[in-house]
């Protein structure tokens, strides 16, 4: 059973489909097309609660006539006076998804403010090449999110606006991608790039081998769950970062943001490859692990080719395990793609630094990115890999399967923890104070 509200705040009964509906010189006869006149009435006025409750005294199958024919007009009235709390309960938002499926994809703006209203987030403008949302779009969303708990994109307080971008540097037809962005003292957007026929053709999920849980995924709905999932992150208090990354499914990821990490990075590489460079007389080592440094921190490996070059006397460096980390683990080359790891550990760069940000690099075990992941994009950052076990767990599965079932097939013992902590999120929220920031609706035009 649903512990959701099962009524909307109006009291209606059996008997209010036909009350008051009596015929009258200015009201047709007959009780459903009177019932049409009063609920486009009400969407015309500006009433869209109203409205709500009169479609509410009737059925599913009376409450999709009625969509279609109220007509245009009073269906954009409606959208645009939509109150946001229509999503909280079960007959409302039942009610929501029969009104935005009945409006003619002719009438995208209304389908706009439907959507807005629905999910809380505000279709806007964001930086770069911009394109709108085109009907296939945004159905197509309504059907993901609505398979989300509730609360984690209506009531997420870390997320506000949903913006389409056009990928220029991508000339793969069949990607999509997303981004999760955020300033620190307010709520973020989520920026998605895709091709229109990416829809119906399922895309690729790349970075994604057979075998793997998300392998074959619709990419279009694999990316729009994942971006939901860093906003779930970010409201409860990202776990990603505190819990999930210390644990041996993850592969006790390490983080390095700043020139100290970095040289504690690269000291330790060139100490558990015990290789060639390792081998170096202690200023030569020095030197190449002062180049490593500059080269992590300005992204830019010409630092640390120049110190080898000048190291070549001493050995062949370049089969050192640490020469491939360097030279093959900038995020431009998708290196969390890469097999090759250093005394058991993936050492690489996750993002290069932009917009003030530095450069973050990280490492993890390889026994939890050869047996424990849903993805090999999962294995990028930290938040990354949060996000693709999100996108895992709340992949849709058969009638009679476990939810999270592709989730709990690697990662068992993180299965669990997201059946606690994130499908029951207001729980575990409790322990995140920005979890508390109120609820900001989105402005209707």
């Given at each position: 059973m649903s512990a959701e509200p099962a009524t909307s705040t109006a009291a209606v009964g059996k008997t209010t489909l036909t009350a008051g509906l009596a015929s009258t010189p200015h009201e047709p006869a007959d009780p459903r097309a009177a019932l049409v006149a009063k609920v486009k009435k009400a969407a015309l006025d500006g009433h869209a609660?109203?409205?709500i409750d009169l479609m509410l005294t009737t059925d599913a199958a009376?409450?999709?006539?009625?969509?279609?024919?109220?007509?245009?007009?009073?269906?954009?009235?409606?959208?645009?006076?939509?109150?946001?709390?229509?999503?909280?309960?079960?007959?409302t938002r039942d009610l929501a998804r029969i009104l935005f499926d009945h409006t003619p994809s002719s009438e995208r703006a209304t389908l706009e403010l439907f959507f807005e209203a629905r999910f809380r987030l505000?279709?806007?403008?964001?930086?770069?090449?911009?394109?709108?949302?085109?009907?296939t779009g945004l159905r197509q969303l309504w059907l993901d999110f609505e398979q989300l708990p509730?609360?984690?994109?209506?009531?997420?307080?870390?997320?506000?606006?949903?913006?389409?971008?056009?990928?220029?540097?991508?000339k793969n037809r069949n990607h999509a991608h997303g981004a999760?962005?955020?300033?620190?003292d307010g709520p973020g957007s989520i920026d998605l790039s895709y091709r229109n026929s990416i829809i119906e053709d399922g895309g690729t999920t790349d970075h994604d081998?057979?075998?793997?849980?998300?392998?074959?995924?619709?990419?279009?709905?694999?990316?729009?769950?994942?971006e939901i999932g860093h906003a779930v992150d970010r409201e409860l208090g990202l776990p990603s970062f505190k819990i999930l990354r210390h644990t041996d499914e993850a592969g006790h990821w390490h983080l390095y943001h700043n020139r100290a990490q970095y040289r504690e990075a690269a000291e330790e590489m060139v100490a558990h490859s015990n290789g060639p460079i390792h081998r170096l007389p202690p200023s030569e080592r020095t030197h190449v692990i002062d180049a490593m440094v500059m080269s992590m921190e300005n992204c830019d490996t010409s630092y640390f080719l120049r110190a080898i070059d000048h190291a070549h006397e001493h050995g062949d460096v370049k089969s050192d395990a640490v020469y491939?980390?360097?030279?093959?683990?900038?995020?431009?080359?998708?290196?969390?793609?890469?097999?090759?790891?250093?005394?058991?550990?993936?050492?690489?760069?996750?993002?290069?630094?932009?917009d003030g940000f530095a450069t973050q690099w990280v490492s993890y075990r390889e026994e939890a990115w050869k047996n424990h992941r849903v993805s090999e994009y999962q294995f990028r950052a930290a938040q990354e890999w949060f996000a693709e076990a999100y996108s895992a767990f709340y992949t849709p599965v058969e009638d009679g399967q476990e939810k999270g079932i592709r989730l709990k097939e690697k990662l068992p013992e993180t299965h669990k923890w997201f059946v606690a902590h994130v499908d029951n999120k207001?729980?575990?929220?409790?322990?995140?104070?920005?979890?508390?920031?109120?609820?900001?609706?989105?402005?209707?035009?």
């Amino acid at each position: 059973m649903s512990a959701e509200p099962a009524t909307s705040t109006a009291a209606v009964g059996k008997t209010t489909l036909t009350a008051g509906l009596a015929s009258t010189p200015h009201e047709p006869a007959d009780p459903r097309a009177a019932l049409v006149a009063k609920v486009k009435k009400a969407a015309l006025d500006g009433h869209a609660q109203k409205a709500i409750d009169l479609m509410l005294t009737t059925d599913a199958a009376a409450q999709t006539a009625i969509a279609r024919e109220i007509g245009a007009e009073a269906r954009h009235s409606f959208a645009r006076h939509m109150p946001t709390d229509v999503g909280d309960a079960r007959p409302t938002r039942d009610l929501a998804r029969i009104l935005f499926d009945h409006t003619p994809s002719s009438e995208r703006a209304t389908l706009e403010l439907f959507f807005e209203a629905r999910f809380r987030l505000q279709l806007a403008s964001g930086p770069g090449p911009m394109e709108t949302f085109n009907v296939t779009g945004l159905r197509q969303l309504w059907l993901d999110f609505e398979q989300l708990p509730p609360g984690h994109v209506a009531h997420n307080w870390a997320v506000a606006t949903l913006d389409r971008y056009r990928d220029t540097n991508d000339k793969n037809r069949n990607h999509a991608h997303g981004a999760f962005r955020y300033a620190d003292d307010g709520p973020g957007s989520i920026d998605l790039s895709y091709r229109n026929s990416i829809i119906e053709d399922g895309g690729t999920t790349d970075h994604d081998r057979p075998g793997d849980p998300l392998h074959g995924v619709n990419r279009f709905d694999e990316v729009a769950r994942h971006e939901i999932g860093h906003a779930v992150d970010r409201e409860l208090g990202l776990p990603s970062f505190k819990i999930l990354r210390h644990t041996d499914e993850a592969g006790h990821w390490h983080l390095y943001h700043n020139r100290a990490q970095y040289r504690e990075a690269a000291e330790e590489m060139v100490a558990h490859s015990n290789g060639p460079i390792h081998r170096l007389p202690p200023s030569e080592r020095t030197h190449v692990i002062d180049a490593m440094v500059m080269s992590m921190e300005n992204c830019d490996t010409s630092y640390f080719l120049r110190a080898i070059d000048h190291a070549h006397e001493h050995g062949d460096v370049k089969s050192d395990a640490v020469y491939h980390a360097m030279i093959k683990s900038l995020a431009v080359n998708s290196p969390w793609l890469d097999t090759k790891a250093i005394d058991g550990r993936h050492y690489h760069q996750a993002y290069a630094g932009t917009d003030g940000f530095a450069t973050q690099w990280v490492s993890y075990r390889e026994e939890a990115w050869k047996n424990h992941r849903v993805s090999e994009y999962q294995f990028r950052a930290a938040q990354e890999w949060f996000a693709e076990a999100y996108s895992a767990f709340y992949t849709p599965v058969e009638d009679g399967q476990e939810k999270g079932i592709r989730l709990k097939e690697k990662l068992p013992e993180t299965h669990k923890w997201f059946v606690a902590h994130v499908d029951n999120k207001h729980a575990f929220a409790k322990q995140s104070k920005a979890a508390h920031k109120k609820d900001k609706a989105p402005k209707k035009p």
